[in-house]
């Protein structure tokens, strides 16, 4: 009972949100580990390219998130150490703190969605194998820039 704490409740949801994209970037690894050294167009397919999209994109908003409470739990931790342990966090303010960081850098990586999409490019281009083997206009989707975004001088 004396573990059951503000101080490690936050300590939790900073390994949570260490834990959350590197699952997300392990099962990426095992997909792609299927097709290490073969460039095939069965393999390269929209759900592979939306993983690598979701991938890309989750990183770091988390890594914020981890970041900005470890400067919070440091910032209760001085003081709580301060006061001489006459000052212990709430609950209620821990609460409201990780709710407001966890709204804060999921805003933040908003724009990573925006300049990001899954397009499509030649297969060509991707495999530098021989060429014979496909359709020359065959296309595999890949995430990359969205040049209409980026090209869109307002939204700069």
Known sequence: KELRNPFNLVLGVMCLSTVVPLVVRVSLLYRQLFFIGRCSIEKMTYSLALHMFVEFNCWAPFRALYTWLA?????????????????????????????????????????????QEIQYRPVDVICPVD??????????????????????NCLV
């Open 131 to 152: 060429t014979e083997l496909f359709d020359s206009h065959m296309t595999i989707p890949l995430p990359g820039l969205s040049f209409s975004m980026v090209d869109n």
């Open 71 to 115: 400067a919070i739990l440091t910032l209760m931790r001085y003081r709580s150490l301060r006061s001489k342990g006459r000052w212990e966090a709430s609950y209620p303010l821990v609460f409201i703190s990780m709710t407001l960081l966890a709204s804060f850098c999921g805003v933040a990586g908003i724009p990573l969605f925006l300049f």
